[in-house]
Every structure is written in C-alpha cells, then in structure tokens.
C-alpha cells in the first residue's frame, strides 16, 4: 500500500521537472519572492539592531523556523489544499473519492511539490548561521528537539493550510479564509510576538496557535522567556502540533461527509 | 444540475425561481464577505507594521523619522498598493492561450488601453470600498495631519503617473507571455523587485547605501516612495520638479520598449488556436 503511494508521489515529482524551462523559472520566482521577505527584513535589522529586545539573529532563527515549517508543509499540502475549493467547483473531487484509498492520503500525494527545494536550502542556511552566531551548539537531546520542534511546526502549518480551505465543502469558496485565517495571521510570525498587543497574543497562542510554529519553541534554544503566559509553552510545539493536525484531519473528514457533488 | 433536479420534483416553476434567487443572493453575500476579509486583512497588515514602527522606535534611533509620518507613510503606502494592483500578465497569457489575442489583434481599441481603464476601474473600487474607509479610520486614531492643497496637486500628479508607470511595466512583463506561455513567474519575479525596491513595505531612508543605490536605477521608486515623500511635505519645489521629470523620462522609456516590443510581437507572432 505504501509503496503506491510512493509511486504517486514519483511520479508527481518527476512531471514537474519535465518541463525544466518552467521549473527554472519557478526556481528563479521563488528564491526571489523569498530573498525579498528577507532582504526586507534584513533592512530593518541592520538599521536597528534590534526589535523588541531580539537581537538580529534571533529574530533569523524565528524566520528559519517559519520558512522551514512552511516549505515542509507546502511540500504536501499547498497542492492539495490549495487546489480543494476548485476541485469542489469543477467536481474533480468525484473522482478522487471513487479510488479505492484513503482520498486524504491520494490527495496528498499526487499533488505533492517539487518548487521548494530552494526554500529548504535558503532557510537551512539561515538557521545554522544564525545557531552558529548566537553560539548555540547542538548536542544529542537538542537536536533531536529541534527535529521534533520543526516537525510539530509543519503540522501546526499544514492544519492552518486545511482548516481554513476545507469550508470549500459548504461554500464553495475559501480563498478569502485562507487569506486571512492563515497568509495575514502568520505576517504577525516574522517578528517577536511580544511587541504585539495581548490579545494578538492570546488569539495566536490559544484560537490559532501559530505563535507555536516558532516564537515559543525558538525560546528554548536561546533561553528566553518572554510572551505573557506560562513559560511551559516553550516546550509544547511537537504536542500542539499533532493536536492541531489531528482536529484539522477531523474537519476534513467532517467536509468530506457534507460534500455534495455539484455534478457536471 | 443536483438544485434543479430537487425542485423538479417538488414541482413548481416558483421554487426554481426561489432557488435561482437564493444562490445568487448567497454569492453576493459571498462577495461581502470577501471585501470584509479583505479590509481586516489590510487592516492586520497596518497594525503588524505600526507595532513594528512602535518597538523600533522605542528601542531608540529613529533616524529622524517620527512615528506620525512613518504611520501615515504606511497608510499611504496600502493606498497606493490598492491602486497599482493588476492581473494584466494573467490576462494576456489568457488570451495568447486561447487564441482570443488574433482578435484583440484587430479590434480598432487598442489592447493596451483596454486593459489599463478595466484595471483602473477595479482598483479605483477597491480605493473607494477597502481604502477610504481605512484611510479616514487610521487618519483620525492617530490624529495624523493633512497636507496642505499646495502639497496635494503635486502628490496626485506624482502619484498618477507612477500608477501610469506600474502599469506599463506590468504590461511590458505581460507581453513577455508570447514567449514564455505562462505569466504566473514572470509575474512573480516583477512583484519581488516591486516589493524591494518600491518602498512599499519600508521606506527607502532606512535602505543600505548598496540597496539604495540600485533602487536609484529602477524605476520603482517612482511609484511608491517619491510620491509618499511629496505627501509628507520632505520634498522642495525644486526636488518635486526634478522628479516629476524624472517619472517623464522613465514613462517614455517604456512608452517605447512597449512600442518596439508591440511591433515585434506583431510581426513574429504565432498564434495557437483561434
């Protein structure tokens, strides 16, 4: 059973690097559109030194720890997620559900991307030159939790990606959802929460817990404690990230039961 | 196809009709929702952006920049974004796709224009729904000041003709389609350059020399910060001049790569379909 979903992801993989014109003019696209988030942010650094009492490469890690999650679950989920609302329109979706597999598993795997492999290179090298600059060295336990951190950090990611196009399966449309919901709400990522108000705070700690991906796990590796709630948050991320993925699989099973085809 | 089936059973023209209302009344409402989503969304951008300006601030060297005209720099920024939005790039990879560019082709209304109004008109709807309505809240939260007439004629001619400039630029990348038979990362790349070198996210006066310096030989700048700068009354007579001159000379540049590369296509072009 694995071993075809593996075929599909294959295969997938292999027919965007077909047309490697295209594929190098996404490669080109991307590490622009990423390099200009972080040029920016870069300007900013340089001109002050510090935001909110975060040194400069604090902050880096804060913005490795969002890429990197983020370019892990676009991996599997921007495909498929992002593509949901108009398989619902178009009816694509029928097909799927009359495959004899898990439709959450094809679905995943035949719309997985190839174009961020140059994220994962860019915030990688971010975040071991910002380790390295703040001194922090890696043993065993820290860099097994670092593992556990990035991969409870995707799944808080993928969650966002999913709770807020499922609505697709009663409306139809959800881009608005995911523009706010998730592509507006996670801006507030890139910075150190504190500088925000409390109720930022708490709606991206308890309502959406975005504050996990980075700002309360990137404070255990450079010993701070700093957002006004219990200093145990730091240590949450894998947990909340499974929780939050496991809620979101159940609104998506919970869509798939509402959806109505709407023929054609 | 499922909606008509249900009311055919239940019988009655009346309750088709009830139906047919209620989708359309459920897609307007749809939109609401959309244009509300959006003005929160513009909303959080503004207030993620005055909360940074506020840490920097605090923590010390403003650089001369105090927090009023940093904020209504921000607010007057997402005006201009408002305005210079544009899926010129989609459209035309559309048509050249379709086949639908031999027609544009020889219609007596030139494409290029076609596609500015129809732009323009967009964007002036989301000024006036998105724009006006943030632009006055924020303006009176903090009791930000109104320049004076003298400084708004210029800013509005300033601030016309970089629209006229983001436009071409974009239009310029559009035709590129004829080559590339996708716009999405053509596109893309533009919008990054936009992003850096416009100073639509922070203002060229906080740039490295080195950055600023490239900026210096875009046209980007044009569009976003020089006419922000008039607006905050940092700019003399003579500077306002110097670069209304300067948005001449770069509104003629790509007046004529526009031109060449019109004639070009015109004469090499192969179209699919039709």
Known sequence: MIGLYWAFARISFLTQLEYRGQYFMRMVAKILGWSTGFIMLMVLLQKFRTVGGWSIYEILLLYAFDVISYSIASTFCMGAFGKLPRMIRQGELDGILTKPVNPFVYLVSTKISAGYTSNYVIALGIMVFSLKKLGISLNGFSLVWLILDIIGASFIQAAGFMVTTVPAFWLYKSDGLYRLFYKNLTDFLKYPLSIYHRGVQALLTFLLPYAFINFYPVQYFIHKQEGMFSSYFQYLTPIVGIVTFLGAYCFWLKGLRAYKSTGS | ?274
């Open chain 2, 1 to 274: 196809m499922v909606i008509y089936l249900e009311t055919r059973k239940r019988g009655g023209d009346k309750q088709m009709y009830m139906t047919l209302i209620k989708c359309s009344f459920k897609q307007q409402i749809q939109f609401k929702w959309d244009l509300l989503f959006h003005i929160i969304g513009d909303w959080l951008r503004i207030y993620i952006k005055i909360c940074i300006w506020n840490a920097l601030l605090m923590a010390g060297s403003g650089d001369g920049a105090d927090f009023k005209s940093l904020a209504a720099y921000t607010i007057v920024a997402s005006m201009v974004m408002l305005l210079t939005k544009s899926h010129v790039a989609e459209d035309l990879s559309d048509r050249v796709r379709s086949g639908m560019i031999a027609v544009d082709l020889i219609r007596p209304i030139s494409l290029k224009w076609y596609c500015f109004f129809n732009q323009i008109g967009e964007n002036l709807f989301s000024l006036l729904f998105e724009g006006v309505l943030i632009a006055v809240i924020s303006w009176k939260v903090w009791s930000l000041p109104i320049p004076e007439i003298k400084i708004i004629i210029p800013f509005v001619l300033c601030l016309t003709m970089g629209i006229i400039i983001m436009f071409y630029i974009q239009y310029i990348i559009g035709l590129l389609v004829f080559w590339m038979k996708d716009g999405t990362y053509t596109n893309m790349i533009t919008y990054a350059l936009f992003v850096m070198f416009s100073g639509i996210e922070i203002p060229l006066w906080f740039y490295p020399d080195w950055l600023r310096g490239i900026g210096q030989a875009l046209p980007f700048r044009f569009i976003v910060h020089e006419p922000i700068v008039i607006w905050l009354g940092q700019m003399g007579v003579r500077e306002i001049a110097f670069t209304l001159m300067m948005q001449m000379f770069w509104l003629m540049t790509l007046f004529l790569t526009e031109r060449n590369l019109w004639n070009f296509i015109k004469k090499n072009i192969e179209i699919q379909g039709g």
